[in-house]
């Protein structure tokens, strides 16, 4: 015998939603939950996410670009575009992994509501970050073309698929760290303090080849470095990285992937419990 449908309060019948479409809306609300707390307090706003980052590419553009000849890191690569091709991915990884770490706990009122679940909130700020690091990629690149930069992009599809790559290698360090962090405040700052080195071994504001011959094959274990450096052979037409290896960096975002719903699977209810 079919169950009724339920009625709400207007006395019509409703349809029952499926978990699919309930998980959709909460990943939706918490989504605009986290726009609004991250940008709607600051009298800047929206504004402040392309500022900061157009900001830091023009101070290292004075610090390294301007005194090279031509104005270019590498043949046919202007160094604004290089570093707005590093710095951008990468904040977009450790933006991604830092605030993941806090994730259960700023919304840990919110489990009390069994629609709601912890992995919930990791991708609604993974989606803040992915938009709002898009947003400020395109206003950059628009600029960087009205400067007269060459800031097309050489391999449109190669880029995405990076670039979504990039997105999902995020999601699951995150993941990773904010199960262990639920447990350990300590691991919050060891990550924290793992980022500095990081910043400066990722190739932001250098490539691989220029560095000694010697220290590129321990450069590349980052797979931070090898994201950034094959973002630019997909973007630039002229760059090239023959040892950036795109199975490498697919064997991180699936190894890390793996271990972080492992872990989550495993400890769903004591972060549930300690929340």
Known sequence: MAQPLPINSQGRFTRLRTPWQI????????????????????????????????????VFWAMFGLSMRGGRVTPGVDVPM??????????????????????????????NYRQVKPLDTLVSRCLVECLVHLVVFVVLVFAGMALGFDAAIHD???????????????????????????????????????????????????SVYVMPVKFQGILLFNPVLNFLELIRVY?????????????????WTLGSCFIGLWLYTLLKNRILMTS
């Open 23 to 58: 998980q959709r809306a909460v990943v939706f609300a918490l989504f605009l939950r986290e726009m609004k707390t991250r940008f709607g307090s600051q009298r800047l706003g929206y504004f402040w996410a392309i500022l900061q980052p157009a900001s830091i590419i023009l």
């Open 235 to 251: 973007y630039f037409a002229t760059y090239q990285s023959p040892d950036a290896s795109y199975f490498y960096i697919l064997c």
């Open 156 to 206: 449109f599809l190669g880029l995405s698929l990076i670039l979504l790559l990039l997105v999902w290698f995020s999601f699951s360090v995150g993941l990773v760290c904010a199960v262990i962090a639920a447990f350990s405040e300590t691991f919050q700052k060891v990550i924290g303090v793992m980022m500095r080195p990081l910043f400066f071994t990722s190739g932001l504001f250098f």
């Open 82 to 111: 290089f570093l707005l091709t590093g710095f951008l991915p990468y904040g977009l990884f450790s933006t991604t992994v830092n605030n993941s770490m806090a994730a259960f706990k700023a919304n840990q009122g919110l489990f």
